[in-house]
């Protein structure tokens, strides 16, 4: 894969995971699973709602082949 390829196929993925994180956010923020009350006007909820649309999203686009899964294992080194 060249550069180009890759910074295309990279770019079509964020955009599809910033379209998901968008609804997923909402559907957890909507989801009575926490009190929305308690929390301040700050980032701190969203924050929260977000690391756990995130989780999801990765769980989402981890890869079933086991030598992709050392690849991404071997990059979080980095």
């Given at each position: 894969?060249?550069?180009e390829q890759f910074i295309n196929k990279s770019e079509e993925l964020?955009?599809?995971t910033a379209d998901r994180l968008r609804k997923e956010t909402l559907r957890l923020f909507d989801s009575g699973g926490l009190d929305a009350e308690k929390y301040?006007?700050?980032y701190?909820?969203?924050k929260i709602v977000l690391?756990?649309?995130l989780h999801k999203s990765?769980?989402?686009w981890r890869p079933h082949d086991q030598a992709a899964r050392r690849e991404v294992a071997n990059l979080?080194?980095?």
């Open positions: 894969m060249t550069r964020i955009a599809q301040e006007d700050t701190l909820l969203p690391t756990a649309a990765a769980d989402d979080r080194h980095f």
